[in-house]
């Protein structure tokens, strides 16, 4: 099946400095990723849409300055969380949608296995 | 009001017991439908897809009714490994796949 890998898996910082999550999609090309963030015990929460080539939209209440998307490739999303802070720390889970090829749904998403953020 | 809202549970069952649960969403214009597993501080897994006419995958049957929107779950004859939160997800809006996720409903199955 589809896979998407993330980079890192847990991550801890000290509050002010920045974090870059790798998303990619190893066995299909992605015309979609999207970025979510989970707290405990809540729901995956949409964070931003990424489409290869073009800006990331992001939804209400999500500082784009703050959350850097980059979508350089079909197989590659970055998520960079600047100037970290404590209230910052989550579950970071990318999700990628598979644009062509191997005949499935192509509203399926296949998620990653998600990165653990800890600011200190 | 939540575009998608389930009963948190817990549901603690035996195993072998049925066990069934539902969501509801809130936009009438939602696209697609799916049941996803998420063990702890996991990644959600796809578990399957929800149609109108309702569909089975093994011991996991999956209902949709449009009209009252809300959307099924059973589980029969239950595994200690389906011990997971299970979360409802509605495509919104079909032109741009977004999901909206339910908080999930947790499942325990004791031996």
């Known amino acids: 099946g589809a896979v998407v890998s993330q980079h890192p898996s847990w991550v801890i910082c000290k509050s002010g400095t920045s974090v870059k999550i790798e998303c990619r999609s190893l066995?299909?090309?992605?015309?979609?990723m999207f970025w979510y963030r989970q707290f405990p015990k809540q729901s995956l929460m949409l964070m931003a849409t990424?489409?290869?080539?073009?800006?990331?939209?992001?939804e209400q209440g999500v500082e784009k300055d703050k959350f850097l998307i980059n979508h350089a490739s079909l197989t590659l999303s970055t998520l960079t969380v600047t100037s970290a802070h404590p209230e910052d720390s989550s579950f970071y889970i990318c999700?990628?949608?598979?644009?062509?090829?191997?005949?499935?749904?192509?509203?399926?998403?296949?998620f990653g296995p998600g990165t653990r953020l800890t600011v200190l | 009001r939540k575009e998608v809202e389930q009963d948190p549970g817990p549901f603690n069952v035996p195993e072998g017991a049925t066990v069934a649960f539902n969501c509801t969403y809130s936009?009438?214009?939602?696209?697609?439908f799916f049941w996803y597993r998420q063990d702890c501080r996991k990644e959600p897994k796809l578990l399957m897809s929800?149609?109108?006419s309702g569909n089975e995958d093994g011991r996991f049957t999956a209902q949709l009714n449009r009209a009252s929107q809300y959307i099924s779950l059973l589980i029969r004859d239950s595994k200690l490994s389906d011990s997971a939160t299970y979360l409802c997800?509605?495509?919104?809006?079909?032109?741009?796949?977004?999901?909206?996720f339910g908080a999930g409903t947790t499942v325990t199955v004791r031996a």
């Open positions: 999700s990628a949608r598979e644009g062509t090829g191997l005949g499935r749904s192509t509203d399926t998403q296949y």
């Open positions: 066995d299909f090309q992605a015309t979609t």
């Open positions: 990424s489409n290869e080539g073009s800006k990331a939209t992001y």
């Open positions: 936009n009438s214009a939602s696209q697609s």
């Open positions: 929800v149609y109108s």
């Open positions: 997800v509605v495509n919104m809006m079909g032109y741009d796949y977004k999901l909206s």
